[in-house]
């Protein structure tokens, strides 16, 4: 929102919010209805396409979206290194206003022209040169001065500043504008499309080819990565003039008195508002390829490596919808979220495309700690594939040549998360340093520590007993919770005799006596429920009113009683100082993260030099204090 927003600031379909899409309903109904019912010879092609364009607009939007985000992660070619939080992404989430706006356009001026005007031939030559004409003149001229208009602190104050609260821009940014700026927009880029209607040269490839040059020049040059080589200005020095790069609007969003200029930079050569250091930035930007991208990959301190769930996952990556990926994973869609399950043919193409193309892990995000760099790698498997038998050896290998990637980059720590860490899988851990016996500097973590010390720091002051239920004794968080409360004088029942029998072993014999086995759940009283991802809807249904159910694995439970309390899975609030977190992990909500993905991180912060896997595991109390100590927090207040 502008500092002093003005008037025509909101767009008018903000009350409908995610069903504002509905506004274009009507009007691609009946342009399917006018083409079905119309013979071949009257049937009007560019009054049916325009709803599938307004798509493919969407599409094109989200494929910089997606690259701009992959690249930025990775951090090639980056141009400002710098954070973008929670709140750039929700100011920018409604970036397909403007799609819906330009749509209706269309349909009411369809409908207003005589059929003469309407009826247009696929390609004229006349008509295409003819609008790269009037945009290379008109248009830029006059937007141009528009834009400088917009920086004077009156309608800065109450439009544009909208637009320049994202310093580090992304693709969608460009079109980040209060409703007044877009209609003033629309009637300049209207301009070459008018003239050829009136002049009865346009065709339905002068239109669509202008409109998608729009998108994408926009897109381009807020995507902040520089990606224009040096040798196309070269070989043709004019064109230097005549299209701007990523890096040169960058500076625009950086120094805001310079680069004006739309697409064609020669406007700012010629009155004088061209940023002197555009040429060194572009090349600063490019340099970051080749060998200093190389170095700048290998400086990453600590990987966590994660993997996909479900096939709607992959709309929750940074890389994905932002929208989405700035809200907690849920195992269902509300209603806002419909058209997740209208794409289903879309994600189910697009989950067997990312297993077979990626055959290996790929950067799905990077942050920084103070000055430790961090960054997520997706596995790009799925939870059934890895509750296949027949499928573990194969995706052991693709955990194994991840560490072994991290430790030729030179990565201190790499945390192994969700089923990556799994006893079956890999008995958390432990068959990478047996196959790769004194080879690794890097160490693995599985989080195990952190994750206890979150779940036994979470239980009320005043807990004596608790309930442990679960494959507790496949679980080796829960062997470290069992055991830890025992020694603290809290009595721990389970109901099943062969998790007691095996839990008894592993627990120091003076605090044996804490561990009870319970003959049914309701001879069990207590309200305090430590639970795995395996609770069944029948086992909740005989927790007593008021029960807290408390996870010590990565996967929540169905929330089925609403007189109960969930705690989420072991997570703590990051600090301040963890930048760049604008997406949510898992289930997790906004800037928390996972004990598992923490424990690499306060592993690196320490610098300790065992590896945390297999049956091994840091002192709970210690890693606790460490993880505090570095400025995460609880993220459930002890009672």
Known sequence: MASKPGILTEWPWKPLGSYK???????????IYCFIGSRKSERDYAYFLIFPFLLLRMLHDQIWISLSRY??????????????EFDQVDRERNWDDQIVFNGLIFYIVRMLIPPSYSNLRFWRSDGVILTILVHMGPVEFLYYWFHRALHHHYLYSRYHSHHHSSVVTEPITSVIHPFAEHIVYFLLFAIPLVTTMVLKNASIASFVGYIIYVDFMNNMG??????IPMWLFTVFPPLKFLMYTPSYHSLHHTQFRTNYSLFMPIYDYIYGTIDRSSDSVYEKSLKRSGEEEEESADDVDVVHLTHLTTPESIYHLRIGFASLASKPH????????????????????????VSWIYGRTFVSESN????LKLQTWVVPRYIVQYNLPWRREAINSLIEEAILEADAKGVKVISLGLLNQGEELNRNGEIYLERQPNKLKIKVVD???????????????????????????????????ASSLCQMGIKVATICKDDYEKLKLRIPVEAQHNLVLSTSYAAHKTKIWLVGDDLTGKEQARAPKGTIFIPYTQIPPRKLRKDCFYHSTPAMI??????????????????????????GIIHALEGWDLNECGQTMCDIHQVWHASLRHGF?????VA
């Open 447 to 481: 989080g195990s520590s952190l994750a206890a010390a979150v779940v036994v720091n979470s239980l009320p002051k005043t807990t004596a007993h608790v309930l442990l239920r679960g494959t507790v004794t496949a679980n080796k968080v829960a062997n470290a919770v």
């Open 574 to 599: 990051i600090p301040p100082s963890l930048s760049n977190m604008h997406s949510c992990e898992n289930w997790l909500g906004r800037r928390v993260m996972s004990a598992w993905r923490i424990a």
């Open 368 to 371: 920084t700690l103070d000055k």
């Open 330 to 353: 849920r195992y269902t869609y509300t209603l806002s979220q419909w058209y997740l399950q209208l794409l289903w043919p879309f994600t189910a193409s697009c989950s067997v495309l």
């Open 633 to 637: 927090r609880p993220l459930f207040p």
């Open 222 to 227: 807020h995507c902040n990565f520089e990606f």
């Open 21 to 31: 899409h509905v506004v274009l309903a009507p009007w691609a109904m009946h342009s």
């Open 71 to 84: 690249r930025t992660a990775k951090r090639n070619n980056r141009i400002v290194d710098k954070a973008i």
